[in-house]
Nanobody, 121 residues
């Protein structure tokens, strides 16, 4: 199982970024996927999730209305479009399967390298 995140960078408040995650080593289309983030000195938190078919999405209250998660099961990729970025969005962003699946399947226990998002003027 492997996750490779990309697309991070430094942007000014109010800017946008589009993160991508390429997943491999498992049947991608069978699993819900999520984006997580970890800010300095804080625990990793769930940001957004999408069902295996892409039919339903869910967001943390802090990003609702600003972030959009999507997936392409033909390409084994999941994307996070981030708009109206705020300094408090600064973190390393990771993708993985949904939290329940991750907690019950040791094969999903590792993380990718993540991609750094810095929102600063």
């Amino acid at each position: 199982v492997q996750f490779v995140e990309s697309g991070g960078g430094q942007v000014q408040p109010g800017g946008s970024l589009r993160l991508s995650c390429a997943a491999s080593g498992f049947t991608f289309s069978s699993y819900g996927m999520s984006w997580y983030r970890q800010a300095p000195g804080k625990e990793r938190e769930l940001v957004a999730g999408i069902t295996s078919s892409g039919g339903r999405t869910k967001y943390a209250d802090s990003v609702k209305g600003r972030f959009t998660i999507s997936r392409d099961n033909a390409k084994n990729t999941v994307t996070l479009q981030m708009n109206s970025l705020k300094p408090e969005d600064t973190a390393v962003y990771y993708c993985n399967v949904d939290p329940i699946t991750r907690a019950t399947n040791v094969v999903f226990g590792s993380w990718g390298q993540g991609t750094q998002v810095t929102v600063s003027s």
